[in-house]
């Protein structure tokens, strides 16, 4: 089993930075990869970007440019976002992926509005 916790979300002006945190506990030998992804109200859950235990980075169109993932060590990812914008008003979720199975966190929520 594998836990996620994210933190790091909250009210932030358009053009502003937020980094978002994750931490995965428990059979964290077994990940082989973490991202993140988003669900703005009323539409559907949708990829921000993902990381794999190899170092490879994934992007969102929407995102890329922008936002950065990346990761400390095998068990904490990172999501740096820059020249936020509102429509990246979200939660953000974290997964952990052990084969095809993903453990995900709580969601935590990003709000970018003056």
């Known amino acids: 089993q594998v836990q996620v916790v994210e933190s790091g979300g909250g009210l932030v002006q358009p053009g502003g930075s937020l980094r978002l945190s994750c931490a995965a506990s428990g059979r964290i030998f077994s990940i082989n990869g973490m991202g993140w992804y988003r669900q703005a109200p009323g539409k559907s859950r949708e990829l921000v970007a993902t990381i794999t235990s190899g170092g490879s980075t994934n992007y969102a169109d929407s995102v890329k440019g922008r936002f950065t993932i990346s990761r400390d060590n095998k068990n904490t990812v990172y999501l740096q976002m820059n020249s936020l914008k509102p429509e990246d008003t979200a939660v953000y979720y974290c997964?952990?992926?052990?084969?095809?199975?993903?453990?995900w966190g709580q969601g935590t929520q990003v709000t970018v509005s003056s």
């Open positions: 997964y952990a992926a052990v084969g095809t199975a993903r453990s």
